[in-house]
């Protein structure tokens, strides 16, 4: 009998024949672990399974391709208890590594004083293969479909009701009589940095100024993270005097792609030892910050600092120690530079910072507190230092340059002097542009 943890009886049998006889999946489950409890013939032929013992006591969550996790399991399941019978479109993993797509019906069940969640599942394979062909010859939604998507949607611009494909919920992780089909079902979830983007988009092709609806965009699923998708649209009806009344469309998941192109970003920008900015992308955000700080008219303070003797530390002790040196110290200071500022690896042992809005003399004091915390700074998993310590160039725009050229200079002419006399020291140029004797 394969009944969990019960006695079989004759009413039990019974029950065993008929639910045998069912062509539907009928699965039994524990609302709190997820496990499976009970399953028809069905459900366990139509899986590849030999017998019932292969599923009992499983976690519903290796058979449902489409519930990821504990998470949102239990958000379902909160659902199902509020609203049931809760309907869900997905698929499950067939025993050979297939997907059987079902339309699950469950219900909330008090069997011997405990509560149980009873889904039955019904393939339909058949089904969504008659449905494709029908939406296929939807002249409406033929735009749509002519590419790939992970969903569609179908908006009555002038009541704002829209029709969400159960391939879209369930991209965001939704079932199929969940997410209302209102459009701000849509807007409210769109990221707060990108709505203003998506809106003039497509308000640019409601009007008539873009031959379609075109953007990449971040979008938030039921479990609250932002999806990146690429959502494309058209009008497809408008009234007697030419104004748009339907629009349709598509999304696609580009989550992947996105997430690949910023860490190549990452890569082409930043230094992969410190994860500071590199050489490169300093010099572009150093003209840029000049350019801003020319046109609000606020000072910008720039420091070029170079580690003290580095060379003896890979010398003596290895490069890996000298990477873990470096990387160390743009972790250091890292968290003591403020947010508006830009820490840079300037190249081998040197680094840059540049501070907007920042006089010559607030530089000064806070180059030298990043001085004096570097040389009082510990290395425990390099008991082989004593310490490490730094000199430190600095300049203003306007005060000592009027370009990134002129700034350099003038830094680098510092730095020299605080190599000079000694090391471990903050210089500053001797003279400005404004001294009528420089």
């Known amino acids: ?47 590849g399974y030999t017998a019932a013992s292969d599923l009992l006591d499983h976690s519903v969550l290796t058979l449902q391709k489409d519930v990821l996790g504990p998470a949102q399991w239990e958000s379902i399941a909160a659902e199902i208890r509020r609203r049931a019978p809760y309907v869900f479109i997905g698929s499950h993993r067939h025993r050979r590594g297939g997907e059987v797509p079902v339309e699950v019906h469950t ?21 969504t293969r008659l449905e494709s062909e029908l939406i296929a010859r939807d002249a409406q939604l033929r735009f749509a479909l002519n590419e790939a998507s992970d969903g569609l949607w179908d908006w009555d611009i002038a009541s704002n009701v829209v029709f969400f494909s159960p391939q879209l919920k369930r991209m965001l992780g939704y079932g199929p009589e969940e997410l209302a089909p209102a459009l701000s079902s849509w807007t409210d979830n769109i990221h707060p940095d990108d709505s203003a983007l998506v809106r003039r988009v ?133 968290t003591h530079v403020r947010r508006s500022d830009h820490l840079c690896r300037w190249g081998g042992e040197e680094f840059m910072l540049i501070c ?43 005060e000592h340059g009027g370009d990134a050229r002129e700034l350099f200079i003038a830094i680098d002419e510092a730095l020299y002097r605080a190599k000079a006399a000694g090391r471990n020291r903050v210089e500053r140029p001797m003279t400005d542009r404004s001294d009528p004797e420089s």
Not at 107 to 127: E, M, N, P, Q
Not at 381 to 398: C, K, M, N, Y
């Open 1 to 47: 009998m394969p009944f969990a943890q019960t006695d079989p009886d004759v009413t039990l049998a019974t029950l065993e024949a008929i639910f045998n006889a069912l062509p539907d999946s009928v699965f039994l489950i524990d609302p709190d672990s997820s496990g499976i409890v009970y399953c028809n013939r069905a459900a366990w032929e139509g899986l």
């Open 107 to 127: 219900s909330c069940l008090d069997l011997r004083g405990r509560a149980y969640f009873l889904s039955v599942a019904r393939d339909i394979t058949r089904r």
């Open 202 to 334: 497509l308000d640019d092709h409601l009007a008539g100024d873009r031959e379609r609806y075109d953007v990449e965009y971040r979008l938030r699923n039921r479990n609250g993270h932002f999806l990146w998708v690429h959502d494309r649209g058209k009008i497809s009806d408008r009234d007697q005097d030419g104004r748009p009344v339907r629009m349709v469309g598509m999304v696609q998941n580009i989550s992947d792609r996105k997430n690949l192109e910023q860490r190549l970003q990452k890569l082409a920008s930043h230094d992969s030892l410190t994860g500071l900015l590199n050489r490169r992308e300093a010099e572009i955000v150093l003209d840029s910050q000049i350019s801003l700080c020319q046109r609000l008219k606020l000072p910008l303070g720039v420091c070029l600092f170079d580690l003290d003797n580095f060379k003896q530390v890979n010398d003596m002790y290895g490069h890996l120690c000298g990477d873990r040196v470096l990387a160390g110290v743009a972790e250091l200071f890292g």
């Open 356 to 398: 907007v809005d920042t006089t010559i003399e607030q530089l000064q004091q806070r180059v030298e507190t990043l001085r004096e915390l570097l040389a009082a700074h510990p290395w425990p998993d390099l008991e082989q230092l004593d310490r490490v310590t730094a000199s430190f160039g600095i300049a203003t725009f306007p």
